[in-house]
């Protein structure tokens, strides 16, 4: 059976830290590539960052770039995405995304909330 679970969420203050992790298994995690997203109420799903399979490259959104880090454990089947300085416009939905050539699998989503 496959499955990603999102973990990590919740609240933090501005300016604060969170890591979230995204644990795989049921599938070749090391043949995947990782994307994260995160979603607002009544917006579309915003690719925040993404990582290869290998974990040799990495890309991320304007917006998170210098404060968000991506990386992965292929021999422990998860990726991680480290948040820091974290703003109130960073509250969302946060999904990892587990990628390959016309499949996919979605995790459920952690909640984030950026409030002081």
């Known amino acids: 059976q496959v499955r990603l679970v999102e973990s990590g969420g919740g609240l933090v203050q501005p300016g604060g830290s969170l890591r979230l992790s995204c644990a795989a298994s049921?599938?070749?995690?090391?043949?995947?590539?990782i994307r994260w997203y995160r979603q607002t109420p009544g917006k579309e799903r915003e690719l925040v960052a993404d990582?290869?399979?290998?974990?040799?490259?990495?890309n991320y959104a304007d917006s998170v770039k210098g404060r968000f880090t991506i990386s992965r454990d292929n021999a422990g089947n998860t990726s991680y995405l480290q948040m820091n300085r974290l703003k109130p416009e960073d509250t969302a939905v946060y999904y990892c995304?587990?990628?390959?050539?016309?499949?996919?699998?979605w995790g459920q989503g952690t909640q984030v909330t950026v409030s002081s």
């Open positions: 995304y587990a990628n390959r050539v016309r499949m996919g699998y």
């Open positions: 049921g599938f070749t995690f090391s043949s995947y590539s």
């Open positions: 990582i290869t399979s290998d974990g040799g490259s990495t």
